[in-house]
């Protein structure tokens, strides 16, 4: 079994500098306790218990992931309701400049204001955006999201996107409302959350027609899901798209440990070229993360 402490030492044998991790959380205390809440009362989009793994201060968070040698990662929050983003948006800006390891995370939601406070993200250096279908309860495709869906299209700033259906259905989760957007803006640089979870051929398919698309590994066949097998072909496909497939893991809030979602990638044996460009040249190219200076 693969331990943090371990980490270190396969990402020496694999020759890589660290590990970009784009699907990280950080979140304002408050948001954050209500998030923990949510998992440790087995929400109902969850219906199992879920021990938080790293249930630590920002500050032991930050030093576990460079402890184990991620460089680069996001911190993203995600809004569930109108007039909560731009609240999110300013504690995250100010995680951001005391972390300069961290990509500036943004967030938004469909409502009026967004049209404004994303293009104003964007103009002060904003590297990623969140949004989350499935909690958020909204639509890729709602209309008051098209002006920031071309901001963002133009600006090639990455959206870390969960429309999968995993792990429960919502209203608008699966792949057709993200089709339809992309559709409209073919260049948008999208992170589909959680390989797309259960629907990941359908996601697989957008990212093989849109050049700009990119599936994380979030979650992905670890053990801890009641059903961890691959679906037949998957392998093949990320094989075929070795070059849009981006860590992630949903640290802090894993019930398991951070290594583990490692682990369970190695197993596809799909080879270290593959397993580097996951973990290292994958998110550094999109994010243009440099490797730390020694």
């Known amino acids: 079994m693969l331990r943090d402490e371990d980490v270190p030492m396969l990402l020496d044998d694999l020759g890589i500098p660290g590990i970009v991790d784009v699907h990280v959380h950080f979140m304002?205390?408050?948001?954050?306790?209500?998030?923990?809440?949510?998992?440790?009362?087995?929400?109902?989009?969850?219906?199992?218990?879920?021990?938080?793994?790293?249930?630590?201060?920002?500050?032991?968070?930050?030093?576990?992931l460079r402890s184990m040698g991620v460089t680069a990662f996001s911190a993203l929050s995600y809004a569930h309701k109108p007039g909560v983003a731009t609240f999110m948006n300013d504690w995250n800006r100010d995680f951001a400049q005391r972390v300069p390891d961290s990509l500036w995370s943004g967030t938004f939601y469909p409502e009026p204001e967004a049209a404004d406070y994303v293009p104003a993200l964007i103009d002060e250096g904003v590297r990623v955006f969140k949004a989350h279908l499935q909690v958020g309860d909204f639509a890729a495709d709602d209309p008051l999201l098209d002006p920031v869906w071309a901001?963002?299209?133009?600006?090639?700033?990455?959206?870390?996107?969960?429309?999968?259906?995993?792990?429960a259905p919502g209203t608008h989760t699966g792949p057709q409302g993200v089709a339809d957007v992309l559709a409209r803006h073919p260049r948008l640089a999208l992170i589909v959350a959680h390989l797309g979870m259960p629907e990941v051929h359908e996601f697989l398919d957008l990212a093989e027609r849109y050049e700009n698309v990119h599936l994380d590994t979030t979650m992905a066949f670890v053990d801890f899901l009641d059903d961890h097998t691959i679906p037949e072909g998957v392998p093949e496909r990320l094989a075929h798209?070795?070059?849009?497939?981006?860590?992630?893991?949903?640290?802090?809030?894993?019930?398991?440990?951070y290594a583990h979602q490692i682990e369970v990638l190695q197993r596809l044996g799909l080879g270290d070229d593959w397993l580097r460009g996951v973990l290292w040249h994958n998110g550094a190219r999109l994010f243009d993360v440099v490797p730390a200076v020694e």
């Open 241 to 257: 798209l070795c070059d849009r497939i981006v860590f992630g893991t949903d640290f802090p809030n894993i019930p398991y440990v």
């Open 28 to 64: 304002a205390p408050q948001v954050l306790r209500k998030v923990w809440a949510y998992f440790d009362a087995a929400g109902p989009l969850l219906g199992r218990p879920w021990p938080i793994t790293y249930r630590w201060s920002d500050e032991e968070r930050v030093a576990h």
């Open 151 to 167: 901001a963002i299209e133009e600006s090639g700033v990455p959206v870390v996107l969960h429309a999968g259906s995993g792990p």
